[in-house]
Nanobody, 117 residues
């Protein structure tokens, strides 16, 4: 059993910042990658950012220049900060974890982020 508990999110004004945190617990073993995806109704879930065990990050162009992601392997946590928020950043943000031994992927329950213009 793997559990991902997200915190942060809520209502933020355009131009502001959000900070999301996720803590993993349970049978996580060695974590290969952790990060965040997001989804809006009617659209596919999309990558926001991931960070692997070597510290390499992966993120799409729409967050370049306004993203910071970090992980703490001692605490099994991943933190995301996204700056210069836009209304189109409004979505449910999901914590993501990929376990190394079998490449299984796990998801948090999601946390709503709403950016007001």
């Amino acid at each position: 059993q793997v559990r991902l508990v997200e915190s942060g999110g809520g209502l933020v004004q355009a131009g502001g910042s959000l900070r999301l945190s996720c803590e993993a617990s349970g049978d996580i073993g060695v974590i290969d990658a952790m990060g965040w995806y997001r989804q809006v109704p009617g659209k596919q879930r999309e990558l926001v950012a991931t960070i692997n065990s070597g510290g390499k990050t992966n993120y799409p162009d729409f967050v370049k220049g306004r993203l910071a992601i970090s992980r703490d392997d001692a605490k099994d946590t991943v933190d995301l900060q996204l700056d210069k928020l836009k209304p189109e950043d409004t979505a449910v943000y999901y914590c993501y974890l990929r376990r190394r031994r079998d490449s299984f992927e796990f998801w948090g329950q999601g946390t709503q982020v709403t950016v007001s213009s």
